[in-house]
């Protein structure tokens, strides 16, 4: 389904903070699979993110949803066949306005908004059922401006609206990091409820091992803009949050490893 | 009485202004600046073609579509060229100075006795009136022809206010409202920002060149230096009327706040007038009195802030 061929993207090229934060990922995630990211800071998961829902272009590679080529098109072109839920509760949702005119703006995703009425009958009717079945009270008060709710009422409705209509592929960037765990954890319930009733393609950024470990059918490890581990099928299933942790260890041992290797070598030979 | 009715009608006419400036100003938090310039091409533009024989009605839609093509310039300049927003309202506010010259090829053009949509209210008033001199209302004494200049201003008004809170309403203004809102959120959801702001600052410069247009006709003349200082005043209208409906009022009542507000203000100015201030100090007065109003908010959260930061420094021990 998404196809990332040979992906490269430098910050600040050619200056004292030159920061590589993608050097070639390629990934190949087949349709209906849920895949999980993980990675240290500023080891490239956003930017890899970021790089697929076109708010920054790559210097190098391709991005291939669907057997289209996307690696030219605007953020908001691609975000016809993307969903997007975003860490920060308050990106994913315009504040000022209603719960049910955020919905109505989420159901014509991707697709041309004419002169024909927002909140028509039969899209107010579909959005209070679609709220009535997160449990959460808001049915009833759909005319209130977003933004008097909660951070995890407000990621629950921007997760309602990424998927409204259906995503090719639907990103999740840490989107339960900004929550208190008793929130994240209803947010974690709805996602994979969600994502598993509609098969969705998913790619999901999380910093949580718990989250990391339970969640998806499979999970790439992302170190230095590189990925570094990916693992599958019966592996992924037995993963707990202890094997992540320790992977981590592993890596980073061997990057002192290398460094202190590296200085060897410079003390003995130069 | 004359007076007050004047002041109600230049009220009435600058609210399009006022909702001109609501939609840059509040809905994109887009300080534009072009109206200076663009309801002096407004009203310009309605009084060249007025002079030369065109429907005033025609003459009047032609001097929003002159204010919609500014603003789409100001919107592309920002979006396209990520020139800062103020800076591309004053190139093409400056810009205009110069295209307003050259279309009213003076720097006055007096429409006095030509067919004007003006005139035409007027008329029509007497007409109905019977030409029986002044009619009297509540006690009052006004002349029909005024009072009908009057009401047509206010249907006017009321035509291009209700078109657009029902735009606002569709799709596409939901969108336009959501872009000023969230811009990430909206990009997200598949909308050109780039493209809604342009669209935004062209429908807010073309109501404020309509606003123009029946300026120029009410007052008999396009001049020039007409839009100067017209920014501001869109803002002030803005602000009062915030300040009457509330910022978290619903979508109508915001804008009828903004109508209410550019009325109230030309109201106040008329009787501030009266009383013996010197015309000389309006724009002053205008502009210090938005200062206030932008400041007041800050200070007051300020002001609480350290009040409720004194007494948390109290409460522990």
């Known amino acids: ?270 | 009485m004359t007076l007050l009715l004047s002041a109600l009608t230049i009220g009435l006419i600058l609210s399009l202004l006022g909702l001109g400036v609501y939609i840059s100003f509040r809905i994109f938090n887009f300080a534009d600046i072009t109206p200076d310039g663009s309801l002096t091409t407004g009203g310009a533009l309605a009084a060249i073609l007025i002079t030369q024989g065109i429907s005033p009605v025609w003459a009047t839609l032609a001097g929003g579509a002159a204010g919609f093509l500014a603003g789409t310039l100001t919107g592309v300049l920002h979006t396209r060229f990520k020139i800062h927003a103020l800076l591309s309202g004053i190139l093409v506010m400056t810009a205009l100075y110069s295209v307003n010259l050259h279309i009213m090829g003076r720097s006055n053009v007096p429409l006095v006795s030509l067919d004007t949509l003006a005139s035409r209210a007027e008329s029509w008033g007497l007409q109905a009136g019977g030409f029986s001199g002044n009619m009297s209302l509540m006690g009052r004494f006004f002349s029909p022809g005024d009072l009908a200049v009057c009401s047509a201003t206010f249907i006017v008004m009321l035509f291009f206010s209700l078109l657009l809170y029902f735009f606002l309403r569709t799709n596409m203004g939901t969108a336009m409202r959501a872009t000023g809102d969230n811009q990430q959120m909206i990009t997200a959801l598949g909308v050109n920002v780039a493209a809604m702001t342009t669209l935004g600052l062209a429908l807010s410069n073309g109501l404020i060149g309509i606003s123009g247009a029946l300026l120029a006709q009410y007052q008999g003349f396009a001049d020039v230096q007409m839009g100067i200082g017209m920014v501001v005043w869109g803002i002030a209208s803005v602000i009062i009327g915030e300040a009457l409906v509330g910022q978290n009022s619903g979508l109508g009542l915001r804008l009828t706040g903004a109508v209410i507000g550019s009325v109230l203000f030309r109201l106040l100015v008329a009787i501030a007038l009266r009383w013996g201030l010197n015309p000389n100090d309006l724009k002053l007065i205008t502009a210090v009195f938005v200062l206030v109003a932008l400041v007041t908010p800050g200070l007051m959260e300020r002001l609480k802030g350290r009040k409720s930061a004194s007494k948390r420094e109290e409460a522990p021990c």
């Open chain 1, 1 to 270: 389904m998404l196809k990332l061929k040979g992906l490269h993207l430098t910050f600040n090229a050619d200056t004292p903070n030159e920061n590589r934060a993608l050097q070639g990922v390629d990934l190949e995630i087949p349709e209906g699979q849920f895949l999980i990211v993980i990675g240290t800071n500023g080891s490239g998961k956003s930017t890899l993110q970021n790089v697929i829902s076109g708010a920054l272009l790559p210097d190098e590679g391709q991005i291939i949803l669907d057997g289209a080529d996307l690696t030219k098109w605007s953020e908001h072109r691609r975000a016809r066949h993307i969903g997007r839920v975003f860490q920060n509760p308050f990106s994913g949702t315009a504040p000022s306005m209603s719960i049910e005119e955020n919905l109505a703006l989420a159901a014509r995703r991707g697709m041309s908004r004419g002169l024909s009425w927002a909140l028509s009958p039969r899209i107010r009717r579909d959005i209070r059922d679609r709220i009535a079945s997160l449990n959460m009270g808001l049915e009833g008060r759909l005319d209130i401006p977003i933004g008097s709710l909660s951070g995890g009422q407000r990621q629950a409705l921007t997760l309602l609206m990424a998927t409204w209509r259906t995503p090719k592929l639907l990103l999740l960037d840490e989107h339960t990091a900004a929550l208190d765990p008793k929130s994240a954890e209803k947010i974690i319930r709805l996602t994979s409820d969600i994502v598993e009733s509609k098969k969705l393609t998913t790619l999901m950024v999380t910093h949580s091992m718990p989250q990391a470990a339970a969640l998806g059918q499979r999970l790439v490890m992302i170190h230095r803009g590189r990925i570094v581990r990916d693992i599958s099928g019966e592996e992924k299933r037995r993963l707990r949050p202890e094997d992540l942790i320790r992977i981590f260890e592993e890596i980073r041992l061997i990057e002192r490893l290398d460094e202190s290797a590296a200085q060897m070598l410079r003390e003995n030979y130069l």
